[in-house]
């Protein structure tokens, strides 16, 4: 099996690309990226396990040509590649949209003439918008940032796929944990990376904001998961925790002990965003909260230098 | 019928059977068909008839890339429906170098350029491939449109025969009910002319049909039917 992973040294990426190439049944992983945050770790910490399997080429999605020439045999895509920034996607709309919507539709044509067989698409939970209860896959989305709008957008020129190849659509949860690639912008990184080395946490809105989360390690194992499960395609929820951001703090001041937290912005009330687990496809791909969530930014904590 | 004739309904609307004699006698002469389509409702009448009189006919669509999904999706649903020879005509530039200045795409701030890259520029290529581009424009589309003969040279000594020239909003909508053709889907979402969808604009109750496309701009066509014509004076 050869894999095309676009986005593949990013946060996400770099940790799926380590995982696959350990698999007996990959034969060949791609990693399309084109490293627009500089972060070099995928290709650092000497050699990975199954590392002959790997090659890199530094693309972009908006290149066509490029992309048809990557495709070239490939049998699976998955398609992590995004802009993303985190809090507040409110800015420069149309960069979302050139990269996410544009850039997904054209990565779409490029598949429809390949012999691509299997499309992953890491969506985003934020497709649903602000929530007053936890949303299923039936709710209507009601994205409400530039970012949420642009993956939704790129939902609909993947899901055109799906008569044809098998399609899977992930609405992920925020994604949260060690990756050798690291993410300090989603919020329980930058939480766990404050607390730790500046022992005072910022805090945007009143801190009630309920989120929904993934941990590193179960989306990784997710998506791996997928080249064996005998899962139909589909658009299906990613999240396994739903706490609010306060929450978060209350752990970390537990691991924290002298902890400090600032509300920077407390006026301003943010919305939920409240997913609800699939738990039918968490167990088709083995994930769940193997620990506590305590547990979970204790092990993160442990990874830190200092 | 004032004017009917097997030809022509008036002095200047074509029948089908007129289209066909048409088109048979271009074949018989040895010349090189094709036709394009944008897979809007009104765009189906035409290809309903030379579905009818040869399926054989390339239906290039012109895939620019912006096109809405809805729109790829009517037109795989249409190509099987009419049996159609449709073949995805797409831009030789990549998108990565459809920027502007800023870093933006082009329909972000020359439309007119973004619209020769992926329309215009295409299509170009494909008319020194044919002798003859049956092409779907309607008089009572656009003034430029309403300038246009039944058949008109093009760049590279192709024709361009417009065997729609003259029908009417009225006639295509009662061939459209005789022949129950599908809709484009987003015509029920208040879409009335479909193009790329960053320069489609859903109208609101006070807006004007012309005003779906390019909305704010002075820009009426894409340049296929400005740039890829020889205009010559029209005949009274």
């Known amino acids: ?306 | 019928m004032p004017g009917a004739s097997k030809v022509f309904l008036f002095w200047r609307q074509m029948t089908v059977e007129g289209i066909r004699d048409q088109i048979y006698q271009y074949q018989a002469k040895g010349l090189r068909l094709f036709t394009s389509s944008s897979f809007q409702s009104h765009s189906l009448v035409l290809l309903h008839i030379l579905s009818r009189i040869d399926r054989t006919i390339p239906v290039y669509f012109i895939n620019t890339g912006y096109h809405f999904p809805e729109t790829l999706q009517f037109r795989d649903y249409v190509t099987e429906l009419f049996g159609l020879n449709t073949v995805d005509l797409k831009p030789e530039v990549p998108r990565f170098m459809q920027r502007d200045a800023s870093g933006n795409l082009l329909f972000t701030s020359d439309p007119d350029h973004c619209c020769y890259l992926n329309k215009t520029q295409p299509m170009d290529a494909v008319l020194r491939e044919y002798d003859v581009w049956i092409n779907g424009v309607r008089a009572d589309q656009s003034a430029v449109r309403a300038a246009m003969k039944t058949e008109q040279p093009a760049p590279y000594g192709t024709i361009r025969f417009h065997p729609m020239l003259d029908w009417t909003a009225k006639m295509i909508w009662q061939y459209r009910k005789e022949y129950n053709l599908p809709t484009h889907p987003l015509e029920e979402k208040g879409y009335v002319s479909i193009g790329c969808e960053p320069c489609t604009r859903r109208l609101d109750p006070d807006m004007q049909e012309r005003e779906a496309r390019w909305y704010g701009l002075k820009k009426v066509e894409c340049g296929l039917h400005t740039e890829l014509i020889v205009n010559e004076s029209k005949t009274p």
């Open chain 1, 1 to 306: 099996m050869k894999i095309l992973v676009t986005g593949g040294a990013g946060y996400i990426g770099t940790e799926l690309v380590s995982r696959l190439a350990q698999m007996p049944e990959v034969k060949k992983i791609v990693v399309y990226d084109n490293l627009s945050r500089p972060n070099y770790n995928l290709f650092l910490g000497g050699k990975l396990a199954g590392h002959e399997k790997i090659k890199f080429i530094k693309g972009e999605l908006l290149d066509s040509r490029g992309l048809r020439l990557a495709l070239k045999d490939i049998d699976v895509v998955y398609h992590l590649a995004a802009r993303v920034t985190t809090p507040l996607a409110h800015t420069d709309g149309h960069l979302y949209e050139q990269i996410n919507h544009w850039g997904t539709a054209e990565l779409v044509y490029a598949v429809e003439e390949s012999t691509v067989k299997r499309f992953i698409y890491t969506s985003s939970a934020g497709v649903y918008g602000a929530t007053t209860e936890p949303a299923d896959e039936n709710t209507p989305p009601n994205p409400t940032t530039f970012y949420a709008v642009s993956k939704l957008r790129g939902e609909d020129h993947v899901r055109r796929l799906a008569p044809r190849i098998e399609t899977f659509i992930f609405r992920c949860g925020n994604v949260y944990g060690y990756s050798r690639s690291m993410r300090f912008d989603a919020v329980i990184n930058r939480f766990a990376f404050e607390a730790n080395f500046l022992k005072r946490i910022t805090i945007h809105g009143t801190g009630s904001q309920l989120r929904s989360f993934i941990h590193i390690d179960s989306i990784t194992r997710a998506l791996a998961g997928v080249l064996q499960a005998p899962l139909n395609g589909g658009t299906y929820n990613l999240v396994t925790r739903t706490i609010s951001v306060m929450d978060v703090v209350d752990e970390l001041k537990q691991l924290v002990p002298d902890l400090e937290f600032i509300l920077i912005n407390q006026h301003m009330r943010f919305s939920h965003l409240m997913v609800k687990s699939n738990e039918f496809i968490n167990k088709q791909l083995n994930i769940h909260n193997s620990c506590s969530f305590r547990e979970d930014l204790q092990n993160f904590l442990s990874r830190l230098s200092f």
